[in-house]
């Protein structure tokens, strides 16, 4: 609809200039429609600028013809590069929500730009809304992500490793670090450094957080780190890790602190344990309480859990009955199975630890499940 204006201007052009002219009819440098942001344009009535007109003095600009050199605005559009409308269009809508803020301005200053001219008006509404360009994901910012993605390695010693460590397992990546858990191996306890085997203890075997990393390193763009915090013990049960009576639960939360430290992100915890608990029924709620603390405790949500299954073959076989319960009880948790792997044949003492290839397989198959749960 066309609503007719009538306008007389009263200065030097009284006789000459008054007629009446639709506001459709105005050419963008007149100070856009409506008047250079009146109702509805980046402006308001008695916000953007005075009167009913939006704009300064009487005639929705400054004192005499509504802006400064060609009408209705700044340097003949009405509006301003930095002023929330585009480089090409300022004044056409006065900033408004179609514009936003595209080129160079992107709702720059908020609720005090949008609009033509008018202070704090045609920004929060328009020019710079979150709907409409310098929010994030539209315009403007960029969501954080980190560039080093963190696991924890709890348990007893199949966690910590257990077989001969082989030439073929010593190969190295940069991307891959660990924080050390004891000072050998050219580390220092604490302090991150290449991961290599053993990841744990300085005499330990090959354990499944080696070949894990590998598996899911690929996985992350390029220039991007696996960080390794091993945590595991030999031989101790689940109550040993817990807050409540636990001995080990404040330096497994002091060691995982240091990733943040570090400048990376928690994003899963690996378990292997359950020979020293083999056949508890309570097991699985004891685990939850230990992930949920962790999970709390630490501020990383409800990360993936991955529990991993004991030697089909050994003599604490008869747990993974309670390992099976972990889905339904810890939330975000998974099984890693352990069928067709074997122990390992220098075991005749405990016969529960894994063969290196079993251990090397259960690496890859933890870290296939932790791909799947992050789909990466």
């Known amino acids: 609809m066309l609503t007719r204006t009538c306008w007389v201007v009263v200065a030097a052009w009284a006789a000459a200039l008054a007629g009446c002219s639709a506001e459709a009819d105005l050419p963008s440098g007149s100070g856009g429609s409506s ?11 008695g916000s953007g600028g005075a009167s009913s007109f939006g704009g300064a003095s009487s005639l929705g600009g400054a004192t005499t013809l509504g802006g400064n050199t060609s009408k209705g605005g700044t340097t003949s559009l009405g509006g301003s590069t930095s002023l929330g409308g585009a480089l090409s269009f300022g004044g056409s809508s006065g900033g408004a929500t179609t514009l936003g803020g595209s080129t160079a301005a992107g709702g720059s200053a908020g609720s005090a730009t949008g609009g033509a001219a008018g202070s704090a008006t045609g920004g929060a509404a328009t020019g710079g809304a979150t709907s409409s360009g310098g929010a994030t994901n539209t315009g403007g910012g960029t969501a954080t992500t980190t560039t080093k993605h963190a696991f924890l390695l709890l348990g007893q010693s199949n966690m910590v490793g257990y077989p001969q460590i082989a030439n073929a397992d010593r190969t190295t990546d940069d991307r891959i670090r660990v924080l050390a858990i004891s000072t ?54 689940i109550e040993t890790f817990m807050k409540s009576g636990g001995s080990r639960y404040n330096w497994i939360v002091n060691r995982a602190k240091k990733v943040m430290d570090a400048g990376g992100k928690i994003e899963g915890i690996l378990l292997h344990q359950g020979e020293s608990n083999a ?21 990383i949500g409800n990360v993936p859990f991955l529990a991993g299954e004991l030697a089909p073959m050994g003599n604490s076989k008869q747990h993974n009955e309670q390992i099976a319960k972990i889905p339904m009880v810890v939330t975000n948790g998974f099984v890693v199975s352990a069928q067709g792997l074997t122990v390992d044949p220098g075991d005749t003492q ?27």
């Open 184 to 237: 050998c191996n050219g580390r220092t306890t604490d302090q991150w450094a290449k991961a290599t085997p053993p990841l744990h203890e300085c005499g330990a075997g090959l354990g499944p957080g080696d070949y894990f990393s590998r598996t899911i390193l690929p996985k992350y763009p390029a220039g991007h780190e696996v960080l390794l915090v091993p945590c595991a013990i030999n031989g101790e049960k």
């Open 350 to 376: 405990w016969n529960v630890h894994f063969s290196h290839d079993s251990v090397v397989e259960q690496g890859k198959r933890y870290g296939n499940k932790m791909i799947e749960a992050l789909k990466l």
């Open 35 to 45: 008047f250079g942001g009146a109702i509805g344009s980046g402006g308001a009535i």
């Open 279 to 299: 056949g508890d029924p309570m097991w699985p709620g004891k685990v939850n309480t230990l992930i949920t603390d962790l999970r709390t405790d630490l501020g």
